[in-house]
């Protein structure tokens, strides 16, 4: 299972570009990238999900190089609703198991006025 | 929408008591998570189910169990509640199949949580 690594925290400013990089160089072939978000008192939910090159949906951008080893979360134009707290999740996780759920230590974003 | 429900937002209980935490998912989804949420650590399995009756360790059943008897509630116990199970509680809910255009694979979907205290 690839571990990850992410900063513990992050400072921006509304209206900026914040770019979140998640490291797991062990990576597998089929493994892979899960990105979730969690505002206080809540639970995480989804925000993108990819496994090589670039994927884009209505909240985020997630940028995979080609050899894997990192992934970067993209969120364009912040506000202060953006403040939360960011997992990486990396795992093949087309065939459910415990065995490849480890969310981590997630990384604090705080966004500024 | 999915909907994940947890039976209590606040729970207090006293050591040695034990403990139900009760979680139903509206969507039909075969797969069910508990997790526990702590300062610094992050979320940490500490069980998971893929069918009714059927259930796997996470990384930190010790001191929990759980049980699936129908498809849309997962019950996780403490057996005897000790003040280290304090703690914030989350149910999770997924299925295995491909949503959406972009074809994402078991995007799980969280209730709001249970904080319990145990004294």
């Known amino acids: 299972l690839a571990k990850t690594t992410q900063p513990i925290s992050m400072d921006s400013y509304e209206g900026q570009e914040v770019n979140i990089t998640c490291s797991h160089n062990?990576?597998?072939?089929?493994?892979?990238i899960t990105w979730y978000q969690q505002f206080p008192s809540q639970g995480p939910r989804f925000i993108i999900q990819?496994?090589?090159t670039k994927v884009t949906n209505e909240v985020a951008s997630l940028f995979i190089p080609a050899d894997r080893k990192s992934s970067t979360l993209s969120l364009p134009r912040v506000s202060l609703s953006d403040t939360a707290v960011y997992y990486c999740?990396?795992?093949?996780?087309?065939?459910?198991?415990?065995?490849?759920?480890?969310f981590g230590s997630g990384t604090r974003l705080s966004i500024r006025p | 929408d999915v909907k994940v429900t947890q039976s209590s937002r606040y729970l207090v209980k006293r050591t040695g008591e034990k403990v139900f935490l009760e979680c139903v998912q509206d969507?039909?989804?075969?797969?069910m998570f508990w997790y526990r949420q702590d300062p610094g650590l992050g979320l940490r399995l500490i069980y998971f189910?893929?069918?009714?009756?059927?259930?796997e360790k996470g990384d930190i059943p010790e001191g929990y169990s759980v049980s699936r008897e129908k498809k849309e509630r997962f019950s996780l116990i403490l057996e005897s509640a000790s003040t280290n199970q304090t703690s914030m509680y989350l149910c999770?809910?997924?299925?295995?199949?491909?949503?959406?255009?972009?074809?994402?694979?078991?995007?799980?979907?969280f209730g709001p949580g249970t904080r319990l205290t145990v004294l």
């Open positions: 969507m039909d989804h075969e797969n």
């Open positions: 999770a809910s997924s299925s295995p199949g491909v949503r959406g255009p972009l074809n994402v694979y078991n995007e799980q979907f």
């Open positions: 999740l990396v795992g093949d996780i087309r065939y459910s198991s415990a065995s490849k759920i480890i």
């Open positions: 062990n990576i597998a072939t089929n493994d892979y």
């Open positions: 189910s893929y069918d009714v009756k059927m259930k």
């Open positions: 990819g496994y090589k």
